[in-house]
């Protein structure tokens, strides 16, 4: 509270009107404009989303298929931390094109612009202990465990803001089938038919003859331990793999049948979307990132600091400011002390009437003070008239001891004063009239 407080205002209150006024429209100005901040604020950060990833829009990235199965009716999810794997028989585990070679290691020591080096908190993942992990977590649920081998190494256009591949080129064999030696340890080889132009193969479906459209066509060889399930004159394009002792687990061998630049061609999009509903038999998709190096294992209290909880945070401190404020002892100078209570019957006898002067019907109380006091004197003094008569004798008697009074005036303020407004006469006319009694009893 101020030091002194305004004439009319609570010396009681916490703060003073304006300060209260000033308080309350800081605070609503804070919480509008943190509800327009988080309304008109992207949480997505752009991260490094030019590579496989279901974030990535460029020609190697997974978003067109992401929507295409979300209109198809399925549900596509991200998997961003390695604790989760919320999956069931119905799920299919996609290890889309893992990055074995450190993919955000490198992104960081390139400085890509648009990489936010922030999620994730820079924890590199070891990606051949996650596929594992993810490969065992998948089995252990039920689900089902779909791996996309890697084709192309992309290179981005290093323009800020931009996720594009500037140029791409093959990877070796062996790095393309290295997420299948990690899951399944069997040494099944991969035919590529080289060239830059795409090429249209026939291939053969559980739902009859379709046609793909590849530029270096990648296939799976023919072997024991492989079941076909969409192949053609090269090889297996989408096989089952049986390892002795272990759960199955699908393999793609080529990703342009679902990548952004070649999900569009031929009839990949339906081989895609029969493999997964009849095939597969699943309604849910759950895409692995952690893989990309877009893991995200932010602490739940850190969310607190960041966008776009940081506003309610901050606006969280404000009031917790404010209430500190209201807290402390005092603002500015103290108050003045209250004065300490004097003793004797006068100050009990003015203490009584200030305590029925906040009674409504003081005046009643006090034309009974006036009768009794009338009387006790009176009795005193053996005057037996009453009335007018009475007072005049005890008002010669007061003369005659030498106390000057007025009883003809007390009379007309105790007995016919007006009402709350005359308070403070009616009070001191009782305490005159106090000390007339004591005088003519006492002789004080």
Partial sequence: MSGRPNSGEDPHAVFSTRVAVAVSAVAAVSFIVMLILIGRGDNARRSLAYGPSGFSMSALGYSGVVDFLRDSGLSVRMRRSRRAVNADRDTAVVLAEPDLDGFREMAIKLDMPGFDT??????????????????????????????????????PLLNPGLGWVHQAELLEQEKCTAPLDVVSDLPIRLNRRPGSTYQTFPVATPWGSREVQLASAQWLSNDPLLEPIVSGPEGVLIGRVRPPGRRELYVISDPDILSN???????????????????????DVLMDEVCHGLQQE??????????????????????????????????????????????????????TAQLLSYRARFRFSAERYFDGIVAEVAEAYHVHSSGEARLSELQRLSTARKVNVSLERWEQTLRLGGGRRRTQELLEAACELHRWREGMLHGR
């Fill in 298 to 351: 932010t602490p739940f209290l850190a969310e607190f600091v960041r966008l776009p909880l940081g506003y309610a945070s901050l606006h969280g401190l404000l009031l917790l400011g404010v209430c500190f404020w209201a807290g402390f002892v005092r603002f500015g100078s103290a108050l003045p002390a209250v004065p300490r209570l004097t003793g004797g019957q006068n100050t009990l006898v003015e203490n």
């Fill in 261 to 283: 630049h070649g999900l569009a061609r031929a009839d990949h999009a339906e081989v895609l979307l029969k493999f997964l509903t009849e095939t597969l038999s699943v309604d």
């Fill in 118 to 155: 922030e999620e994730g908190a820079g924890d590199v993942v070891d990606p051949m202990e996650n596929a594992r992990r993810l490969r065992d977590r998948a089995r252990d649920l039920d689900a089902r465990f779909v791996v996309v081998l890697a084709k192309w190494r992309g290179r």
